[in-house]
């Protein structure tokens, strides 16, 4: 599982950051546009081309499924996607490897002195 | 109407893509609010269009009808492929969108190149007419070089002959080194033009014969005199007109110079070319040997004059040409004689080429 979820790093961005939203709760195209704006402090925005472009990808790669519409959007255009093992398991190694370049970040920054102007 | 155009961008993305998420991107175009997330949608959206078309070849999958039962053999027909009403429009939509914005991109341009302009700064009337209003007035900025010419071994010759004989130049009315038709025709008129001391003749001066002044051959008349017949007689236009062969060319041969010069039209095209014009050399050095040795000008170079001081340095030459034995060489021997050395000359040369020697290495 682990070298099938390595297979897909690095992520790009857009994928980092839906997998980021869908990681607590099951979301829409829209929930999901706007958690990662909130997630970035509006640094970063998807636009509905990118994020269904992504979505498209990520559940063919089982990444990422569909669920059925809640029962306050019935009758509503809504679809909603959740994160499948897979994609839990992309984004756990996905943070790992952040992790990791932070580490090695802060400790090259650690030995770095502030030049004299 | 905003929504309508974004609806109709959505219809024109792939059939899988708009068919699983149309809905839902025109659901999220009517939550936003605001000029500014409006146009980012937009921007999206067409980006979208361009990444669908062109990366995401691998989500379109052919739509397969589903089979109509278990059991029932499943028929299908492979009609030739004809695209939709629809995908014609889509395209060409596209294709009109992508040559305004090459149209527009190219109008406003930040830099401006120089325009390459290739013509001629002068309009002859021989070419066909180009409607410039709608050209800038610019200098022609790019140059046109042609090659260098084929060189005519002839062409260097001629025009230094052509002036040595002022015949040849007075024939030649368009100094293009060839005597045409029409100059050949009108020749009599070019001729008597030379006629500076208006005796009605040309003599050997007025053809072009000269000694300069000052030198002691000058001083000899003798000399003098066979050196003007020969001039006359080893130049072949002068020879042609000289029918007579006296050393002059007179008011009827100038009458019948048209005539005459058709004679040396060797090939027969109606011209008279360089070629045919210019003496072959061995001749005239035949001539200018006869000039100076010939003192009785009989035609002949006799015995006693073989043995005059003068004629010294040819010993060898000379004794080559009397072929027969008979003590006296004619005009035609020594000619033979040193086309045949000449002939030995060029072999030599060659053979020391083709071992890689020059001739001043040889001793």
Known sequence: MKDVADSFLPLAPATLHILLALAAEDLHGYGIMQ??????????????????DNLQRMMKQGMVEEVGGRAEDEGSRRRYYRLSSLGRGVLSAEIAR????VKEAR???KNLRPRRA | ?????????IRLHPFGFRQRFAEEMLAIFDEVSGLRAVTSLFADVFVSLFRQWVFRSEFRQPMMPAPVSDVAPIFRTLDTYRPRPMALLNGGFISVAALCAVVVA?????????????????????LLPVDRSSLAENELSTAVKL???????????????????????????DQDLVISRWEIVTAPGALRRLDTDRDGQLNPEECGFSLGTGSEVVADSQFVKRARFEFM?????????????????????????????????????GILTPDEVIPDALPVRAAMIFSRLDTNQDGKISSGERASEEAEPLRDILEGADRNHDGAITA????????????????????????GLRRDAVK
């Open chain 1, 107 to 109: 400790l090259h920054l």
């Open chain 2, 332 to 355: 035609e021997e020594l000619t033979k004689e040193l086309r045949l050395r000449e002939e030995r000359r060029r072999q030599f040369e060659n053979a020391l080429r083709g071992a």
């Open chain 2, 1 to 9: 109407m905003l929504r309508s155009l974004y609806l109709w961008l």
């Open chain 2, 233 to 269: 007689r080893a130049n072949p236009v002068l020879a042609a007109l000289d029918t007579d062969h006296d050393g002059e060319i007179s008011e009827t041969e100038i009458s019948n110079s048209a005539a005459a010069l058709k004679k040396l039209d060797r090939n027969g095209d």
């Open chain 2, 147 to 173: 090659g260098p010419e084929p060189v005519d071994p002839w062409h260097a010759i001629a025009s230094i002959y052509f002036k040595m004989i002022r015949v040849l130049g007075a024939l030649d009315a």
């Open chain 2, 106 to 126: 190219m109008d406003h341009g930040g830099s401006r190149r120089p325009a390459f302009l290739i013509g001629v700064h002068h309009p002859s009337p021989h």
């Open chain 1, 35 to 52: 958690e990662v704006a909130r997630q970035s402090d509006g640094r970063y925005k998807l636009g509905p081309g990118t994020l269904y």
């Open chain 1, 98 to 101: 952040l992790e990791g370049v």
